[in-house]
């Protein structure tokens, strides 16, 4: 009855502004053009469908004294439908469900990000039923009498089974029996589950990392959406107790003592989760009344700006002094060194010299 309601409301007011969208040769309201809305369409049919299909209601006549009975012989061609729908509506019904992953940016960034790729698994379908079509073909045309391959259907049946690995290992072993039929098999191998396969794995990979930074901000983007289509169906009452329940009247403390301004949020971390040296809270003295003048910013006779750069340009004259300290003392060493090895060795030539004499 739910969903009747809302599929009735938002096909009045479609009509009413005239909102439509062509598909093909009809025209459809507009709000059947998001997922959610064709979804819940497709579940009021199946639980319409169910309910006119229901056993119980069939049995209510013959119920052979026991409650909720549905296998009497007037309900007995109605269990496999109602089954099919069944199952249908519990599909759409957690289809519906993934909706709720607006609440978590992450898990909105990923079901984004899903939606983006499927074209690619589509695709990826395409191409093995095309393959699958010419190998079941193919191998139709081969003279075998292995009963698993055939005809068509039965050949494209055993090719599925071997591209998702449902096809059975003993089966292998009847195929060394028929030479031309397994070289068949080994080229369809290659092409779908080495080639197409990996194809997949690549594409899905490339677009992931292509669309998951966007998707970050377009699942924000929509749960901002959200709540803007929320907020009129809000009671005043429940939204002013909310405002109350923040106290955004109250100051948030900068830090303990320092009370700051109104209109925000507290959020308590740890002290090392972001830890800064530079206060980045600019303070001016004076009357803190709405009328008074706001102070002008002076970048160049600030305090604190002319201490930093000394400070920055003490640090970059301490590391050229050190830097041509350690030159100065490499070379120090080099002369030294020379300097003694020289002495040694006019030492040498003025011994040998004496000694000659």
Request: aromatic content about 12%; glycine content about 8%; some cysteine.
């Amino acid at each position: 009855g739910q969903w009747v309601v809302f599929h009735v409301k938002y096909s009045m007011r479609d009509f009413r502004h005239k909102s439509f969208v062509r598909v093909g040769y009809f025209k459809i309201p507009e709000y059947l053009v998001a997922w959610q809305g064709w979804s819940s369409l497709l579940l009021t049919i199946c639980l319409a469908s169910m309910l006119c299909l229901e056993p119980l209601l069939h049995c209510a006549q013959n119920d052979e004294g026991e409650l909720f009975w549905i296998y009497c012989p007037a309900a007995q061609h109605l269990l496999f439908p109602y089954s099919i729908l069944s199952m249908g509506a519990m599909i759409l019904y957690f289809l519906l469900l993934s909706d709720l992953s607006v609440f978590s940016t992450r898990v909105s960034a990923f079901a984004l990000v899903c939606s983006r790729v499927i074209s690619e698994v589509f695709l990826f379908l395409f191409g093995l039923c095309f393959f699958v079509a010419a190998f079941a073909c193919a191998v139709s045309a081969l003279e075998h009498e292995d009963p698993d391959f055939a005809g068509i259907e039965k050949s494209a049946l055993q090719l599925v089974k071997i591209t998702f690995g449902m096809f059975s290992a003993t089966h292998y072993d009847t195929l060394t029996a028929y030479p031309a039929l397994m070289v068949a098999l080994f080229l369809y191998v290659v092409t779908t589950v080495i080639f197409l396969l990996n194809l997949l794995i690549a594409q899905l990979t490339c677009a992931y990392q292509s669309t998951y930074k966007d998707m970050l901000g377009f699942a924000r983007l929509n749960r901002g959406k959200i709540v803007v289509e929320t907020m009129p169906s809000v009671p005043k009452r429940r939204w002013d107790a909310f405002c109350s329940f923040l106290h955004l009247d109250d100051r948030v403390e900068f830090g303990e003592g320092d009370i700051g301004l109104s209109g925000g949020i507290q959020v308590w971390e740890p002290s090392s989760a972001n830890i800064t040296t530079v206060d980045m809270i600019k303070r001016f003295g004076g009357s803190t009344a709405p009328v008074a003048q706001w102070p002008e910013e002076t970048t160049e006779g600030d305090e604190e700006d002319r201490f930093d750069r000394m400070e920055r340009l003490i640090e970059k004259a301490m590391k050229r002094m050190s830097s041509s300290m350690g030159g100065r003392l490499g070379n120090n060493k080099s002369g030294a060194s020379t300097g003694s090895s020289g002495m040694s060795g006019s030492e040498l030539g003025s011994g040998a010299s004496q000694d000659s004499d």
